[in-house]
């Protein structure tokens, strides 16, 4: 077969440039293209016998295959990606209105501390205050105490000095005494 395919492509090799030189009418009319013709007439009919257009075919079937297994691949890749976008958007939601949460709370906390805060700094005044009011309560009478313990001094030695028949002022003494005493 291959050597009838050789015969007439040598042949038509041969015959072109003779019929060249004619090219008056229609193209069928022209032995060139004639011979051409039937060479390939003949070429395919050697090709369809020898099964090689099963194969092609075949060959061209089995990548139409696999290029339908890779646009199946990737619809699968596809969806497991919108899939796990998803998953992520909603993760991603969850973290926020968590992260909104404890921010929230983490205020009321703060809130909350800083309103006993505020009670303790009140308490803790009052309790000075009241400590502060107490010391002075004391401190005044302390000074009553030494005041009257003055004053019963300069009058005992007043009435001393009296009895004592002492020729002295016993009043003005004693004033000066608790004066001195007090000052």
Do not use: C, N, Y
């Amino acid at each position: 077969m291959i050597r009838v395919l050789a015969l007439s492509l040598t042949t038509a090799a041969l015959a072109a440039p003779m019929a060249h030189a004619a090219t008056d009418g229609p193209w069928w009319t022209d032995p060139v293209k004639g011979l051409a013709l039937l060479s390939l007439i003949i070429f395919f009919a050697i090709v369809w016998r020898a099964g090689a257009f099963k194969t092609i075919f075949g060959a061209l079937d089995q990548r139409g295959s696999e290029i339908e297994a890779r646009i199946e691949e990737a619809k699968t890749l596809r969806d497991q990606a919108k899939k796990v976008l998803a998953d992520a958007e909603r993760q991603q939601k969850r973290a926020a209105e968590e992260a909104q949460k404890i921010v929230a709370q983490a205020q009321v906390d703060a809130e909350t501390m800083l309103a006993q805060a505020e009670k303790d700094l009140e308490e803790r005044i009052t309790r000075r205050k009241a400590q502060a009011d107490a010391r002075i309560s004391r401190a005044e009478a302390e000074a009553v105490d030494e005041v009257r313990s003055a004053a019963v001094d300069a009058a005992t030695r007043a009435v001393r000095d009296m009895l004592a028949g002492s020729k002295t002022d016993s009043f003005e003494t004693a004033a000066a005494e608790i004066e001195k005493a007090l000052g």
